[in-house]
Structures are given as C-alpha cells and as structure tokens.
C-alpha cells in the first residue's frame, strides 16, 4: 500500500512539474529553416533585403539560416555590410551554390558556417574591378584581400586561398599558379576546404546536417518594400521628379493654393526615401538638394534677376537628384556603371524637361480650368467701371514735400504733414531735400527734386 501511494504521488508531480513538459514540447517541436535568396548583383537593394531577411530569422527564432545563392558579385562596401550581419548572426548560416558565388559573392559565402555547391558550380574570381570592367586601384584590392582573408580565419578556411581569390600574384603551391586568381570548381572547392559537400537541393544539406524532419520559411518582402522597389525604377523617378518641379513651379505662380506644393512635397518624400532606405540616397546629398531649393528660393524673391545663386541652386538640385539614384562613394564613381549613370542623368533630365512643356502647355490650361477657376480671381476690376487704386480725393501734381526717406529710386515723401509712397525721376534724392510731384502712378507719386 506504501508504494503504491509513493508510485502515485511520484506521477502526480511529473505530470505537474512544467520544465518536464516544456521539455517534452521542445523535443517535439521541428527545427525551423530559414531560406533567402541573393541571387542578383550585390548593391544597396541587396543589402537591405539581406537586413531585412535576417532581422526576420531573428524575430521567428530560427534554428538555421539558408543562403541560396547565384551573384557575379557587385559592391565591394556593400558586400562587406553583408559579410559583416553574416558573421555576426548568432544561428548558422549555410550558403547552397547553386551556379555562381563570384567576387562579392565569393566574400558573402566564405563568411557561412558551412558552403554546399551544386554541380557545375564555382566561387572564387574575387578581383576588386571597376565599372568599365578593369581591376580597380591597388587601395581595393588591399582592401579586399584583407576582409577576404580575415573572413576565411574567421570561419576556419585556408586565408592563404582566400586573398589569392583576389590576386592573381599571390601563388598558394598546390593550388594556384602565378597570374590567375583561384576560381574553384565543385570538386576543387570540396578538396580544399571551401565546399562541404555537392548537393542538389536544400533538403539534402539538411539531411547531411541530421535534419530530416523541419519546417522550411521562404523570405519574401512585404507589399511596402515592393512599392519602395516600385519607386526605385528610373522611369518612376523621371515622373517624380517632373511633379517636384512642376509643383513648386504651380504653387509659386497661383501662392496659397496648397494642391501644386503638396503634390510636390509628396512627390519628393516618395523620391527620397526608397533611395535614403536602400542606402544610395546619402545625407549629404539631401542637404545639397535642399541647399539648391533655397538658392532658388533666394534668386526669386530676394535678389532681383537671375545670376549666381539661381545657376548653382539649379545645378545642386539637379546633380544631387542625380547622384541619389547611383552608388557613388563621396563622388567616386570608380563603381558605378556607365549604364546606371546614363540610366539615372536621363531620368533627372527627362523629369526636368517634362516640367518645363507642363509649365508652357499646361499652365494655359490650368488657368482655364473649371477647378482652377474656383479657386482663383479672374475677374478684372475695369477702370471704366468704376473700380481704382488711387485712395486721394485731389490730385497731387505739381505740390511741393520734402523726401522723408532717401529716394533710390523708390522711398517715402512728406507732403503736407502726410507720408506717401514715392519714387523719383533720373537721379536718386537725398533725405530732407525738397521735391514737387510730377505724376502719379496708382497709389504711388512720381517726383523730382525742386530747382529753385
């Protein structure tokens, strides 16, 4: 009777004691599989995704990371931001090759836990080049032979391999040969350690890693990042930039009226902050466009005419709207595509030019518009109708008054106790001398100064 009591009480605890059934769910529960795919050059979107994608596998809680990846390579800073959040990342990493892993690629996938390929596969040819396609300055290279070499410590590879990735005249015996950087082939990356095995598909890493059973989350981005990749299109930009300008041009023609200027402000939020959040659009750059706005600004309302400030408002806004859409360094384009630039100049300049036939051809019709009616005064108050400026009952011509103000050419005039609008004829007039209207002109009075 004793033990059958100790037997039950013994029960009742182990089903009660919850660590015991956490314990029990735990071992239950699927590994969790997280997959992302670079699978295009490495540049400022990819960058962002991969942020976005791992900031993700960290929310759901991960038990490992998959790398599909198929890239010729692309910026060196921003593959070194990936390598970076890849070696950082507390869970594994495995990369799958599935065709190429060059340069930039090559860089990202060293910095993995574990590298499968797919037959036919290759990684390696890691050559720091510029955008017309030759190697870039030795200050590069360094550069990367340096990461590349400390990423292959890191993950326990042969460093020495690794930086020949980059210079064709570092020779690693057995390997390499003077003149050409390493470029490995499946079976060359397994037999020196920078390929754990040749598979076909994710499942069979998993399986070589004793995960048969697990739940498999494929990364996509969200609606809101597809509209931001929406905005990033040259063509998009163009249109944006055409309503910024034909915005501003609007509201500075009709002031008050509010529709032109917000169109426009919300036309330049939806410019910079696809650009500001993939990494292209720099602060510095913003500061330039907004200093080129208030040049501008300056030119029309300040000082009288066109010159100086007016030329360089429009050539900050302009290249700065240029500059935003490339991946330049602080105006070092050493990477950057003859095509992209190309692609971003005529995107700022077709925006630029579309204003200007909005402004000609569409202003008539604005102006004509049953809206734009409704909203504006365009009735005319006629002479003949009895409506006038002129706020004196007598005529002024021919009195005499002193200048109140120094007149140059415009300024003020005493007549009679009283202080009036005045400018004068031929040379400017001093304070205090005496002068005698001569016309008036609405509610200003035209004087000289009096000869004896």
């Not at 029309?300 to 010159?307: L, N, R, S, T, Y």
């Not at 400026?389 to 050419?409: D, H, M, W």
């Amino acid at each position: 009777m004793r033990i059958a009591t100790i037997c039950l009480a013994l029960l009742i605890i182990f089903n009660l004691n919850p660590t015991a059934s956490i314990a029990q769910e735990d071992s239950e529960k699927k590994p969790l599989v997280f997959l992302m795919k670079i699978q295009e050059d490495i540049d400022p979107r990819s960058n962002r995704y991969t942020e976005l994608a791992l900031t993700k596998a960290e929310e759901i809680n991960a038990d490992y990371v998959i790398i599909e990846m198929d890239t010729y390579g692309g910026a060196l800073n921003d593959a070194d931001d990936i390598r970076t959040r890849v070696l950082n990342f507390e869970k594994p990493i495995y990369v799958y090759i599935n065709k190429d892993a060059a340069s930039a690629g090559a860089l990202i996938s060293i910095a993995c836990d574990s590298i499968y390929m797919a037959s036919g596969a290759s990684i390696g040819a890691a050559t720091v080049v510029t955008a017309d396609g030759a190697a870039a300055p030795d200050k590069y290279q360094s550069y990367m032979r340096s990461i590349m070499r400390s990423t292959a410590e890191a993950t326990g590879r042969n460093p020495d391999i690794a930086e020949a990735m980059v210079d064709e005249t570092l020779v690693v015996e057995g390997v390499s040969e003077d003149g050409k950087v390493i470029t490995f082939s499946t079976s060359e990356a397994i037999e020196n350690g920078f390929c754990e095995a040749q598979v076909s598909n994710i499942d069979e890493i998993l399986k070589r890693s004793g995960i048969s059973d697990y739940d498999l989350e494929e990364f996509e981005i969200d609606a809101s990042e597809k509209i931001i990749a929406f905005f990033l299109n040259p063509f998009v930009s163009g249109i944006l930039v055409l309503v910024i300008i034909g915005g501003l041009y609007f509201e500075l023609q009709t002031p008050g009226v509010g529709f032109p200027i917000m169109a426009s402000v919300i036309a330049l939020i939806l410019y910079l902050t696809p650009y500001y959040l993939n990494g292209l659009a720099a602060n510095w750059e913003i500061v330039v466009f907004f200093i080129g706005i208030v040049l501008i600004a300056v030119e029309i309302f300040v000082i009288p005419g066109f010159g100086v400030a007016g030329v360089l408002g429009i050539l900050c806004t302009v290249s700065s709207l240029i500059l935003m859409m490339v991946n330049n360094d602080a105006f070092d384009f050493s990477f950057v595509r003859l095509d992209e630039m190309l692609f971003a100049s005529a995107a700022v300049i077709t925006g630029l030019m579309g204003s200007v036939v909005v402004v000609f051809l569409g202003g008539a019709r604005l102006a004509n518009s049953k809206i734009f009616q409704r909203i504006a005064l365009s009735e005319t108050m006629e002479k003949s109708e009895g409506y006038t400026s002129n706020f004196k009952k007598e005529s002024f011509v021919g009195k005499v008054g002193t200048a109140y103000t120094i007149l140059r050419p415009s300024g003020k005039v005493m007549i009679d106790g009283e202080i009036y609008d005045a400018f004068a004829r031929g040379n400017y007039i001093e304070k205090d001398v005496e002068i005698e209207v001569i016309a008036e002109e609405g509610t200003s009075l035209k004087v000289k100064e009096k000869t004896s």
